[in-house]
């Protein structure tokens, strides 16, 4: 059988005004970095399209860099068509400046109400030309987080979403534990103990391993 490719999206974008100021979020990447370490020891073709980051290479898996949510468009669209499995745990920044400027604006000549435009939903996007792929989404809630991920797995057409609550204390941004849930568009759930971001990761490619399975046995 054909070896699985898999394509894991990590990190936060950047969407910048001029060279030195942007709009972002705290996402390390860590847990996308581990998602993409997971899959390639469980033998998969792993590329990793990351936001800019501090974390290492991971031997054996090719990480494209991007910097802005378009650039991470354009790079998932050149990947997903070939791939089994999108796990997209990117933290995709929603908005970018209107415009940008080529130079560094001086701080007196800065617009104070600058306009904003929403970046492309990229998860949305790789949806609409999802073949036989599964793909896994992120939702990252500091409310009522059940019903948020249940609604976006359901608009984004996903085989699962994994949630977690960010504004949770000691885990999501840039810790090494995190505390998820996974849900499943048949109203199935896996709720995992808090744990590493590592294990949870592992837990992630088993429930995506499943889902390619029940796939090729025409189950899903
Ligand atoms: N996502 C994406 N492109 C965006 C925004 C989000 O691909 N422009 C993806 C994320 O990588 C994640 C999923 O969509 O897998 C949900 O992201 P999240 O930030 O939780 O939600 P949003 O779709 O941005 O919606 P909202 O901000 O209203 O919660």
Request: with cysteine; aromatic share 8%.
């Amino acid at each position: 059988m054909k070896k699985i490719k898999c394509l894991v999206t990590a990190g936060a974008t950047r969407e910048y005004f001029d060279p030195v100021r942007f709009i972002s979020n705290p996402s390390t990447g860590k847990m996308g970095w581990f998602v993409a370490e997971a899959a390639k020891n469980a033998g998969w073709d792993v590329v990793l399209v990351m936001g800019p980051s501090q974390l290492p290479a991971i031997d054996g898996v090719r990480t494209i860099g991007v910097v802005s949510a378009q650039d991470m468009l354009r790079a998932c669209l050149k990947e997903f068509d070939d791939c089994h499995v999108l796990i997209m745990s990117a933290a995709v920044s929603d908005v970018r400046p209107k415009f940008v400027a080529a130079q560094k604006v001086k701080k007196g000549d800065i617009d104070l109400n600058p306009q904003l435009e929403r970046t492309p939903d990229i998860l949305l996007e790789l949806s609409k030309r999802k073949r036989n792929q599964v793909v896994i989404g992120f939702a990252a809630e500091t409310t009522d987080v059940e019903n948020y991920a249940k609604a976006k797995m359901a608009e984004k057409k996903l085989d699962a979403i994994v949630a977690n609550d960010v504004s949770a204390k000691g885990v999501g941004f840039a810790s090494d534990f995190n505390k998820i849930s996974i849900y499943f568009p048949n109203a199935a759930a896996f709720f995992p103990p808090l744990d590493t971001k590592k294990n949870l990761a592992s837990a992630i490619v088993d429930c995506a391993a499943g889902l390619i399975e029940k796939k090729r046995a025409g189950k899903a």
